[in-house]
């Protein structure tokens, strides 16, 4: 388990400091495949590289296992990176670069050798043992600088945007590979990223960051499903966000209003808002189109765009008060006729901010 | 149409095959045509020199220097034999290789004195950020604008018994006496490795300059120590920074001149010096001519020797 607490990552002296990471909070889970997911320049790389020991922090503390290791050096951490570029070693052979953590360690060469074939199997590069790395495809240097972090058996692996160098289809083939090594080998993944497809695919748990803090940390469905703001929802996944009134609340729910429509009870990210205006997040697709007059109708607005994509369409509807929003539909309506919108209530999300 | 088209057939075929032939001519005659200039400047520059030295350490010394055109191999038996005056018997004479045992002990300690002060200052300059770089090597290959006489000139300066070094540590009281450090060892090699230091410093930053720093933490964070991180990663990879920086200071430092002559004060015969002097007041010709040849045999053979050392050592990492 990893404990980050009150870290803050200053670069910079005096006037020209710039804050990368301002008191950040987290605890990884052991075992678990964590995703740090947010936008460049937000602070997750640092936070990665914090935790692996290439920065220290300017404030706060860092703990495996309930020891400190904040200010220790990288070669004192049990813990190992998967590089962005790979950063494999290009004069060695392939086995030496797996077998590289080892050698430092000073272990004995007959395991060496042992966790080198057993760890180019893991990943399916057995016959390239002898191969320089130079001579390796992009996705084949990619499984080396695995291999070659995984070998020393660390707790924590932190993988900094291993997938961003591949194409597609290596990817979503990569992306089932790592998940598959998390499970074989129960190490704790602390992967980086900015793709929220990747992130929703692969983690246990995700912490959305954005301009140096930690926005929300949640499963991916509660991230997708329960974004508790603007900035979250918007992050991940198409969403539509319209503006409701707050009426109060009762227990857990928020009482909302549309306009002047009946008042619903719906899901909240946070029941210390105020009553008033509010913004409310709702998919694309969970939104069925009904005719104007229908009762069920929650929103009503004018069709002023579609667009076709194979498997259906997307029409974008503009709403009295001149927000737009995304609908996904199988038949679309003809642009400026008028529709209702509806949707279940429980799809309905209302935003801290 | 099936007669004529067996008949055109070999026709053809011989056809392309001459047509083939005169563009592999041609090609040919290209190709030397671009070469010429290379070849004409090695030849003229390169190997037509040194077949003259060649032929005239097989020659005897004219009284008045130059050559007499008589054959005679005197000058190699001279390198290691003293020939007696009277009955024309011979006596190893070690003289002649004490002087090059002298000089390759130098040079190798200019080679290492700069490889030591030189590493830090290439991996100094491969660090900075890519706009400051320029300036840097703009401030190491300063020196060169200078003429080598006019620094070494103002070397001798600076380390004479009255010079800024013995002023400046007499002022601050830590001498009494002036040090005497003009006309010793230690002047010379000071001189050879300020004169050489460059040759150093521009390859290793060659190589370094490409060297990808994340390598670095990869290391650390694979459990190297900085000592282990240098050794294992910094050195392998610049090496071939590192071999050519040696030969470009070792090769030259073993023929250096000047700097032997006005530090050292010619009080102890280097191979450059006792070559210089063959052609001038020794009025030996053939034996300068040859031990320059000598030395070169010496150091072509040990260049041979390390550049297959280092490549089986390269592949026995495959």
């Given at each position: 388990?990893?404990?980050?607490?009150?870290?803050?990552?200053?670069?910079?002296?005096?006037?020209?400091a710039?804050?990368?990471?301002?008191?950040?909070?987290?605890?990884?889970?052991?075992?678990?495949?964590?995703?740090?997911?947010?936008?460049?320049g937000?602070?997750?790389?640092?936070?990665?590289?914090?935790?692996?020991?290439?920065?220290?922090?300017?404030?706060?503390e860092?703990?495996?296992?309930?020891?400190s290791?904040?200010?220790?050096?990288?070669?004192?951490r049990?813990?190992?990176t998967?590089?962005?570029?790979y950063?494999?070693?290009?004069?060695?052979?392939?086995?030496?670069?797996?077998?590289?953590?080892?050698?430092?360690?000073?272990?004995?060469?007959?395991?060496?050798?042992?966790?080198?074939?057993?760890?180019l199997?893991?990943?399916?590069?057995g016959?390239?043992?002898?191969?320089r790395?130079?001579?390796?495809?992009?996705?084949?240097?990619q499984?080396?600088a695995?291999?070659?972090?995984?070998?020393?058996?660390?707790k924590?692996?932190l993988?900094?945007?291993?997938?961003s160098?591949?194409?597609?289809?290596?990817?979503?083939?990569?992306?089932?590979?790592?998940?598959?090594?998390?499970?074989e080998?129960?190490?704790?993944?602390?992967?980086v990223?900015?793709?929220?497809?990747?992130?929703?695919a692969?983690?246990?748990?995700?912490?959305?960051?954005?301009?140096?803090?930690?926005?929300q940390?949640?499963?991916p469905?509660?991230?997708?499903?329960?974004?508790?703001?603007?900035?979250?929802?918007?992050?991940?996944?198409?969403?539509?966000?319209?503006?409701?009134?707050?009426?109060?609340?009762?227990?857990?729910?928020?009482k909302?209003?549309?306009?002047?429509?009946?008042?619903l009870?719906?899901?909240?990210?946070?029941?210390?808002?105020?009553?008033?205006?509010?913004?409310?997040?709702?998919?694309?697709?969970?939104?069925?189109?009904?005719?104007?007059?229908?009762?069920?109708?929650?929103?009503?607005?004018?069709?002023?765009?579609?667009?076709?994509?194979?498997a259906g369409?997307q029409?974008?509807?503009?709403?009295?008060?001149?927000?737009?929003?995304?609908?996904?539909?199988?038949?679309?309506?003809?642009?400026?006729?008028?529709?209702?919108?509806?949707?279940?209530?429980?799809?309905?999300?209302?935003?801290?901010? | 149409?099936?007669?004529?088209?067996?008949?055109?057939?070999?026709?053809?075929?011989?056809?392309?095959?001459?047509?083939?032939?005169?563009?592999?001519?041609?090609?040919?005659?290209?190709?030397?045509?671009?070469?010429?200039?290379?070849l004409g400047?090695?030849?003229?520059?390169?190997?037509?020199?040194?077949?003259?030295?060649?032929?005239?350490?097989?020659?005897?010394?004219?009284?008045?220097?130059?050559?007499?055109?008589?054959?005679?191999?005197?000058?190699?038996v001279?390198?290691?034999?003293?020939?007696?005056i009277f009955d024309?018997?011979?006596?190893?004479?070690?003289?002649?290789?004490?002087?090059?045992?002298r000089?390759?002990?130098?040079a190798?300690?200019?080679?290492?004195?700069t490889?030591?002060?030189?590493?830090?200052?290439?991996?100094f300059?491969?660090?900075?950020?890519?706009?400051?770089?320029?300036?840097?090597?703009?401030?190491?290959?300063?020196?060169?604008?200078?003429?080598?006489?006019?620094?070494?000139?103002?070397?001798?300066?600076?380390?004479?018994?009255?010079?800024?070094?013995?002023?400046?540590?007499?002022?601050?009281?830590?001498?009494?006496?002036?040090?005497?450090?003009?006309?010793?060892?230690?002047?010379?090699?000071?001189?050879l490795?300020?004169?050489?230091?460059?040759?150093?410093?521009?390859?290793?930053y060659?190589?370094?300059?490409?060297?990808?720093?994340?390598?670095?933490?990869?290391?650390?964070?694979?459990?190297?120590?900085?000592?282990?991180?240098?050794?294992?990663?910094?050195?392998?990879?610049?090496?071939?920074g590192?071999?050519?920086g040696?030969?470009?200071?070792?090769?030259?430092?073993?023929?250096?001149?000047?700097?032997?002559?006005?530090l050292?004060?010619?009080?102890?015969?280097?191979?450059?010096n006792?070559?210089?002097?063959?052609?001038?007041?020794?009025?030996?010709?053939?034996?300068?001519?040859?031990a320059?040849?000598?030395?070169?045999?010496?150091v072509?053979?040990?260049?041979?020797?390390s550049?297959?050392?280092?490549?089986?050592?390269?592949?026995?990492?495959?």
């Amino acid at each position: 388990m990893i404990d980050v607490r009150n870290v803050t990552k200053r670069f910079g002296q005096g006037q020209a400091a710039v804050t990368a990471l301002g008191d950040v909070s987290l605890t990884i889970p052991e075992g678990s495949f964590f995703t740090l997911l947010g936008p460049s320049g937000c602070g997750k790389t640092t936070l990665l590289r914090l935790i692996a020991g290439f920065e220290l922090p300017t404030e706060g503390e860092i703990a495996l296992d309930g020891q400190s290791i904040g200010h220790l050096a990288p070669n004192d951490r049990p813990v190992n990176t998967v590089f962005q570029s790979y950063a494999l070693f290009p004069h060695m052979s392939v086995a030496r670069n797996v077998g590289f953590g080892l050698e430092m360690l000073k272990r004995p060469k007959a395991e060496i050798d042992g966790t080198i074939n057993e760890m180019l199997d893991l990943v399916q590069l057995g016959e390239f043992a002898t191969r320089r790395v130079d001579q390796l495809s992009g996705g084949q240097q990619q499984r080396v600088a695995l291999a070659r972090a995984l070998a020393p058996r660390p707790k924590v692996l932190l993988l900094d945007e291993p997938l961003s160098a591949l194409d597609l289809k290596l990817r979503k083939g990569m992306q089932s590979e790592l998940k598959r090594l998390q499970h074989e080998t129960g190490i704790t993944f602390v992967f980086v990223t900015h793709d929220q497809g990747e992130a929703l695919a692969m983690s246990d748990q995700i912490a959305v960051m954005s301009a140096g803090s930690v926005r929300q940390v949640g499963t991916p469905e509660e991230i997708y499903t329960a974004p508790r703001s603007r900035f979250v929802a918007d992050f991940i996944g198409d969403t539509n966000i319209v503006n409701a009134t707050l009426l109060g609340f009762d227990g857990d729910a928020a009482k909302i209003q549309f306009g002047e429509g009946t008042p619903l009870a719906v899901h909240t990210a946070s029941t210390s808002l105020a009553p008033g205006p509010v913004h409310v997040a709702l998919r694309p697709e969970t939104i069925r189109v009904v005719d104007e007059s229908a009762e069920t109708a929650l929103l009503r607005g004018e069709v002023v765009d579609s667009t076709y994509f194979g498997a259906g369409s997307q029409m974008l509807v503009r709403l009295e008060d001149g927000v737009s929003v995304h609908v996904q539909v199988s038949t679309p309506r003809p642009v400026g006729s008028r529709v209702g919108l509806e949707c279940d209530t429980s799809m309905l999300h209302v935003l801290e901010d | 149409m099936g007669v004529a088209a067996n008949i055109s057939q070999p026709d053809a075929a011989t056809r392309l095959r001459a047509a083939q032939e005169e563009r592999a001519r041609q090609r040919r005659r290209t190709r030397l045509l671009l070469l010429a200039p290379a070849l004409g400047i090695i030849g003229i520059f390169g190997l037509f020199p040194l077949s003259i030295a060649l032929v005239y350490s097989f020659l005897e010394p004219g009284t008045y220097g130059g050559v007499e055109w008589v054959f005679s191999y005197d000058a190699y038996v001279q390198f290691l034999f003293e020939r007696d005056i009277f009955d024309d018997t011979l006596a190893f004479n070690s003289a002649y290789l004490q002087i090059f045992g002298r000089s390759f002990g130098l040079a190798i300690t200019t080679m290492i004195g700069t490889l030591i002060l030189g590493f830090p200052v290439a991996y100094f300059i491969a660090a900075r950020p890519p706009e400051q770089r320029n300036f840097w090597l703009f401030a190491i290959t300063l020196p060169f604008w200078t003429n080598l006489l006019i620094r070494t000139y103002s070397m001798l300066l600076i380390v004479r018994d009255e010079g800024f070094v013995n002023l400046m540590l007499m002022k601050i009281g830590l001498i009494s006496e002036p040090l005497e450090m003009l006309y010793t060892d230690g002047a010379v090699l000071a001189g050879l490795v300020y004169s050489y230091l460059p040759f150093m410093i521009l390859p290793i930053y060659a190589s370094l300059e490409k060297f990808d720093f994340s390598l670095l933490e990869a290391g650390h964070d694979l459990f190297a120590t900085r000592t282990q991180v240098f050794r294992h990663i910094i050195i392998p990879i610049t090496r071939p920074g590192i071999v050519a920086g040696c030969v470009l200071v070792l090769i030259p430092a073993l023929g250096a001149y000047i700097t032997p002559e006005l530090l050292g004060g010619g009080k102890k015969l280097m191979i450059g010096n006792l070559i210089a002097l063959q052609f001038g007041s020794g009025r030996n010709w053939p034996f300068g001519a040859a031990a320059a040849l000598i030395l070169m045999a010496i150091v072509l053979i040990a260049l041979l020797v390390s550049l297959r050392a280092g490549a089986s050592k390269e592949g026995g990492h495959g």
